[in-house]
């Protein structure tokens, strides 16, 4: 896992995943790790780029290996619980840079 602490993407970069069946469009907002484990951060959007609801997020496990990237549920409450800990400390660190 590389080191992608806080990783702010330059340019919006979009993804598709599939979400109770249907596709849904999603902003990438950051990639961070956690112990050796990198999370991904989505935003969904709609055809125009704009966050559906600027408040709903999703997170996920983020795999990388060669030119192939992977998502995965977070298995557990208190992984869940301590990966979306680490994500407000990014947001409020982001949010009190001048």
Known sequence: MGNKEN????????VTIELDGED???EILTI?????????VLMPV??????????LVYIYRYFEKGDNYAID??????EYERVNKRFNELLEEANNQP
């Open 73 to 78: 549920n977070i298995q557990s409450d208190e």
């Open 7 to 14: 990783q702010e993407l330059d340019d919006d970069v979009m």
């Open 24 to 26: 849904l469009d999603c």
């Open 46 to 55: 709609d055809e125009n780029g704009e966050p559906l609801d600027d408040t």
């Open 32 to 40: 961070f790790d956690i112990e050796d484990q990198d999370y991904i």
